[in-house]
């Protein structure tokens, strides 16, 4: 079985900043992509940011400027470093993985989301 455990959510000011992890364990052969999603109250689930296992980074418009992600292939962890916090991404936030979990068997694994919060 592989698990993907999320960390670091939690209440924030506007303008201030968070760190999220997602480690992935288990039966684990190889990951490629990883990636990082949110879902806000009333709204679709949508894509925050994703990184190959070779580190090319693609980040939504919407936080270009003010999120990174990265990775720790050897950890098998993926991280979001959000800067300058706005109210408008207060969501769930979800990392996910495409994981080789048995020879030639590939799947897309989803953690059970954090909740990051921006309110003054």
């Known amino acids: 079985q592989v698990q993907l455990v999320e960390s670091g959510g939690g209440l924030v000011q506007p303008g201030g900043s968070l760190r999220l992890s997602c480690a992935a364990s288990?039966?684990?052969?190889?990951?490629?992509?990883m990636g990082w999603h949110r879902q806000a109250p009333g709204k679709q689930r949508e894509l925050v940011a994703t990184i190959t296992n070779r580190g090319n980074t693609n980040h939504a418009d919407s936080v270009k400027g003010r999120f990174t992600i990265s990775r720790d292939n050897a950890k098998n962890t993926v991280y979001l470093q959000m800067n300058s916090l706005k109210p408008e991404d207060t969501a769930v936030y979800f990392c996910n993985a495409q994981i080789m979990y048995q020879i030639h068997r590939w799947d897309d694994f989803w953690g059970q989301g954090t909740q990051v919060t921006v309110s003054s």
């Open positions: 288990g039966s684990i052969l190889s990951v490629t992509d």
